[in-house]
């Protein structure tokens, strides 16, 4: 009689795992014996593969100094560090973006809408920094671009709030102030978290005169982001508008803490210390943006306007000569120059620019330079003469001219 094989019991199992794990063991350690490189941890990957892992880490540490860089608003060092990455690495979505953004800190809007333009060649899909586009396109005047980057972006992807921004960028360039702001609602709807909407509607409400709305937009941005320092610029200018010059400065101020590199923040601060009657301190620091952007017009014509006012007529007439060469199709410049020869009893110079003024905007509505200028600027005796006087055509309200111009910021 046959009996079935033995059926070893549970000792005799783990016995024989125990003895091939021993065994595979032991094959392993000779291995190892055989070829002692594969004991140093650093010899484990070929030398190939170790140059390529630091090849990838050295990109990622100059991407990451550059994002480093145009977070902290040290814009020409972001600028300096991404055109020096590989052009395999530059000629991509994400770096050209950023490096377009870049230049749109910087108000040179010509570089930033070429860079962008070449983002929605190579990587039609992308939405990230569209926004940022649009408002380029905004300072442009460039409403063919923006209107058709509206349509594709919104045609795209609905869901998101940098299609609803160009599209509320598109219709405030055509001064559909209230559709705009409905284009600006949708994008905080879709996305509560994202603080340039709440900025842009902002702007809008400014525009429209609605400055409690305003205010509550440019909060509700802070406190999404506190760094967002164009919110903090919005507050300090609704401020300004309000003569609450104070709490202007104190704004203007925190939003120059956060990005100490724009000329535009310095100008408007220049501009409020010049209204609390800060003149020197107003000059000191409109010569501080100056500096860092020399070609700046709206600080130029801020210069000029104060040396103005100081009666410091030879200094304010060569920076308005100055400044006619950056921007000769200005009106207020030659409406300024105007004055300043009226001052210095030129009256056949003053009415040739007065004439030219009102030849290159007899309506007041096409200017260049965007800017407040506001009758601080004149002495009291100058006042009721600008009111009665026909070039006060140029002024858009009793206390706020609009200065235009492609570097200054109502939508920072």
């Not at 550059?66 to 020096?84: D, F, M, P, V, W």
Request: charge should be neutral.
């Amino acid at each position: 009689m046959k009996f079935p094989t033995k059926i070893p019991n549970r000792k005799t199992k783990c016995k024989s795992a125990k003895t091939a794990n021993s065994s595979n063991l032991n094959e392993s350690l000779d291995i190892l014996r055989l070829d002692p490189s594969l004991n140093l941890p650093d010899a484990r990957i070929p030398q190939y593969q170790r140059a390529a892992a630091d090849s990838v880490m050295a990109l990622l540490r100059e991407l990451g100094r550059g994002y480093q860089a145009l977070c902290s608003y040290s814009c020409r060092e972001a600028i300096n560090i991404l055109t020096s990455l590989p052009p395999q690495h530059y000629n991509t979505g994400w770096v050209l973006t950023h490096v377009g953004c870049a230049y749109f800190e910087l108000a040179e809007y010509m570089q930033a809408e070429r860079l962008f333009s070449e983002v929605r060649r190579i990587e039609s899909y992308r939405v990230e920094g569209m926004a940022i586009y649009s408002t380029t396109l905004w300072h442009l005047q460039k409403d063919v671009a923006l209107s058709a980057l509206a349509k594709d972006l919104t045609d795209m992807d609905k869901n998101c709030p940098e299609a609803w921004c160009v599209a509320g960028n598109c219709f405030s360039l055509q001064r559909e102030h209230d559709i705009a702001i409905k284009f600006f609602q949708r994008a905080i709807q879709v996305d509560p978290g994202f603080a340039y909407a709440y900025t842009l509607l902002g702007h809008e409400f400014v525009l429209t005169e609605e400055l409690d709305r305003a205010l509550a937009c440019f909060r509700n941005a802070i406190r999404v982001n506190n760094r967002h320092y164009n919110a903090w610029y919005g507050l300090g200018m609704i401020y300004y508008k309000q003569e609450k010059f104070n709490l202007a400065e104190i704004h203007f101020k925190k939003a120059l803490s956060i990005n100490p590199q724009s000329s535009v923040l310095l100008c408007h601060i220049g501009v409020v210390q010049h209204a609390l009657k800060k003149s020197d301190a107003a000059l000191e620091t409109i010569n501080r943006a100056i500096g860092i952007d020399p070609k700046n017009p709206l600080c130029k014509f801020h210069r000029a306007s104060i040396l103005f006012a100081n009666d410091k007529y030879k200094a304010a007439l060569q920076e308005l000569e100055e400044l006619k060469q950056i921007v000769p199709k200005e009106s207020l410049v030659y409406f300024l120059i105007g004055k300043v020869y009226k001052k210095l009893g030129q009256t056949h110079l003053a009415l040739m620019n007065f004439s030219w003024a009102m030849d290159l905007d007899p309506k007041g509505a096409n200017n260049q330079i965007k800017e407040a200028i506001d009758k601080r600027y004149l002495p009291e005796d100058e006042v009721a003469e600008v009111d009665d006087s026909q070039d006060s055509s140029f002024m858009t309200d009793a206390d706020d001219t609009q200065l235009h111009t492609p570097d200054s910021d109502d939508v920072l």
